[in-house]
């Protein structure tokens, strides 16, 4: 029997305050107390981010005011605090639209996969979501952690070898980050970069493989990664007594550049793919793998879209991504998807655009073989 893997559904969820880029550079200013040539060079760095908008669980960001009660420097403990009070309900609203979209009850599910690097606590958001969702007691759960913005890729593939390995599996992914927690009063050049870049965020997907489901939103190819040496302290991401620290160098864009392309053609065709879903790591990022792919100025419109309406919510992301994709892509588009992280870290997989009641295994359905097995590259 060959087993084909699917995600049959995505959900995302956003906090409820809506924040302008420029109202989160005035709150990032006044949490740093710059000088006026700090502000003004902040405020630049911020309008060129490709970020318009973004969400935060800090009312004082959507403020303008300077988060976490006024304190300049609060513990780490404060933050993970914050994070147990909302990563829970945000996780659990991506996830029932998930579990909505691939019509899928919860009581169904036998795999949890939590992605975060934002935050942490035990019993985590893996527990919580059991009672809040309705999930078995029994479900197997995994935590994938401090991964970065390659998390999801990750959780991807744990979801992948369950599905392989038992094929009647429905695994639920579920990625959440709380970026803004890390806001500080810490006013480097690299550190002011990620406050620029990230917000809150999660997204879920339902996985699944030989167990029969009302659609198949994408047909997933075999997994690819790679580590670049000698690049282990170009992005970084470590626990300080102020939040969590992040490392972002400069030269970033163009090693991902230069290596972006030689990656993709490991996993795929290029001259195969239609569609191209790309972590939005940056505009600088987006336009390194742009040039190096020789992709057209419309190719990357999901990505961009993803960073200009909500920023890069970490994990998260890619999974924003593919759900904007999916609402424009026709069935059996080819495509791939890459992403980017600490490591250097290269991710990426191919995948075909699904269709409403494509039965996933070929014993209940030979089209899947014929139309777009070939492409996935099926296991047997």
Request: hydrophobic share 50%.
């Amino acid at each position: 029997m060959t087993t084909h893997v699917a995600i049959a559904g995505i959900g995302t969820a956003l906090p409820v305050p809506r924040v302008a880029q420029s109202v989160a550079a005035d709150a990032v200013i006044a949490l740093a107390g710059l000088d006026a040539a700090g502000a003004a060079w902040t405020k630049r760095l911020f309008r060129r981010s490709g970020v318009s908008w973004r969400h935060t669980v800090l009312r004082e960001v959507a403020e303008g005011r300077p988060p976490f009660g006024g304190a300049r420097r609060p513990g780490t403990a404060a933050r993970m605090a914050i994070f147990r009070e909302h990563a829970g309900p945000l996780a659990a609203t991506a996830a029932e639209r998930a579990l909505a979209a691939a019509d899928v009850a919860a009581s169904d599910v036998t795999h949890l996969v939590i992605v975060t690097c934002t935050g942490f606590h035990a019993p985590g958001v893996d527990v919580e979501l059991v009672e809040r969702l309705g999930l078995r007691n029994d479900v197997d759960r995994t935590v994938v952690g401090f991964m970065g913005c390659y998390g999801a890729f990750a959780g991807l593939r744990v979801a992948r070898r369950a599905v392989l390995a038992e094929p009647h599996a429905v695994v639920l992914l579920v990625c959440v980050e709380l970026c803004s927690l890390h806001f500080n009063s810490n006013a480097t050049p690299d550190s002011l970069v990620a406050y620029a870049l990230f917000g809150d965020g999660a997204a879920a997907a339902v996985v699944a493989g030989a167990r029969p489901v009302r659609q198949a939103l994408f047909l997933l190819g075999t997994p690819s990664t790679r580590v670049e040496p000698g690049t282990d302290s170009m992005m970084g991401w470590s626990i300080g007594d102020d939040g969590f620290e992040m490392t972002l160098a400069p030269e970033l864009p163009d090693r991902i550049g230069g290596a972006v392309a030689g990656f993709a053609d490991g996993f795929t065709r290029r001259e195969d793919v239609d569609a191209w879903c790309v972590h939005p790591g940056g505009p600088a990022i987006l336009a390194a793998a742009e040039q190096a792919l020789d992709l057209g100025p419309d190719a990357l419109a999901d990505s961009r879209a993803v960073l200009r309406d909500i920023g890069n919510v970490s994990s998260a992301t890619i999974l924003f991504v593919l759900d904007r994709a999916a609402g424009r892509l026709v069935e059996g588009t080819r495509g791939a998807a890459l992403g980017f992280g600490p490591g250097l870290t290269f991710e990426g997989f191919s995948f075909v655009r699904g269709g409403a009641a494509v039965p996933i295994a070929t014993e209940r359905g030979a089209n899947v073989e014929t139309t777009v097995g070939a492409a996935v590259g099926a296991e047997v």
